[in-house]
């Protein structure tokens, strides 16, 4: 993300799309106040706030991924709740389960941490396959089953899953299936030099992580607002070579031979939900050509399996995806 980019200060034409935008220039100036750097990454969890989907947040561990999130929600004034997933969480660890009560001699519902607005879900590939089903069908269907009552989960409902693509000891690698569920899959990386020096003078100024009120964040936007502002999709103009060219991306990578199993047409929905949320994020009201290839990448790389060529060639999803795209003719 540029600050500076033109897409990113054209005066809006719609009410919802101007909330939108707002949303994001107040979410960043507060985040800001906690998280140095990762603006790219920030402005992507917005566009899956605002989009309605799901985020998958891939990086080392220390990277501040749990603070990003942490920090988010506050900006939003929403409820937060984190899981730390092990190789021992059961389903109703997260969904909840029935207790009985002494004083009523019968049993309670009681509601599992799913039961919010933003989740954290740290280290979703620690968790066996059971549990992770649990939550990704919970994502999907917005609501959970328990004890033959289907309970709705908050309109809001946003899962933000962590994963560390290096220790592969005692994980429970998502399979294709439930990865697509994840509209966006963000690549956290190391924060540039200057960036760590000024965390360094951060903490040695006191700042705490954990105390994310004494640093000064507080909330840019309401639940309300954040949903309201969801409306600005509607207001978001796609024309039908930029469609077409949503639809060329997704068939590219099915018919490239160094990709075994290609995106499918949720890919394609998620590109142009996606593409939406940012342009009305940066403030415009029409989807330009270079906001879909922005997106490509983290909405469509986490979908691809490579053919046994590619991988020997050591070649990565990132790698062909980028192949893929620049021989894909653009729009003018």
Do not use: W
Request: proline residues 7%; contains cysteine.
């Amino acid at each position: 993300m540029n600050a500076n980019d033109p897409a990113s200060t054209l005066v809006p034409t719609g009410s919802a799309v101007q909330a939108a935008h707002a949303i994001r220039e107040g979410v960043l100036r507060e985040v800001r106040k906690a998280v140095v750097g990762q603006d790219e990454v920030l402005e992507l969890m917005l566009c899956g706030l605002i989009a309605g989907g799901h985020v998958l947040l891939e990086g080392v561990p220390g990277v501040a991924k749990t603070l990003m999130a942490k920090a988010l929600a506050r900006s939003i004034s929403s409820d937060f709740k984190r899981i730390q997933f092990t190789p021992d969480l059961m389903p109703a660890d997260i969904l909840g389960t029935s207790v009985f009560d002494l004083k009523t001699q019968g049993f309670v519902l009681v509601r599992g941490p799913i039961f919010t607005d933003l989740l954290l879900t740290d280290e979703i590939n620690r968790a066996p396959a059971k549990t992770q089903s649990a939550l990704l069908e919970a994502m999907q269907e917005r609501g959970v089953s328990l004890e033959g009552r289907n309970l709705p989960l908050s309109p809001l409902f946003t899962v933000f899953a962590t994963q560390n693509p290096v220790e592969s000891e005692g994980t429970y690698p998502l399979p294709e299936a439930q990865l697509d569920r994840f509209l966006l899959k963000i690549d956290v990386g190391y924060p540039a030099p200057e960036e760590e020096d000024a965390i360094l003078a951060s903490v040695h100024r006191g700042f705490d992580s954990g105390d994310l009120a004494r640093a000064g964040v507080s909330a840019a936007v309401t639940k309300e607002g954040l949903l309201a502002a969801r409306a600005a999709l509607n207001e978001v103009n796609v024309e039908p070579p930029v469609l077409s060219y949503i639809r060329k991306l997704v068939s590219a990578t099915r018919a490239s031979g160094r990709i075994r199993l290609g995106a499918g047409p949720r890919a394609g929905v998620h590109l142009l939900l996606a593409a939406k949320a940012l342009a009305a994020l940066r403030g415009r009201n029409f989807v330009t050509p270079d906001d879909v290839r922005f997106l490509a990448g983290p909405v469509l790389k986490h979908r691809l399996l490579l053919s046994p060529d590619a991988e020997l060639d050591g070649a990565t999803p990132s790698d062909v995806l980028r192949e893929v795209v620049q021989a894909v003719e653009v729009p003018r």
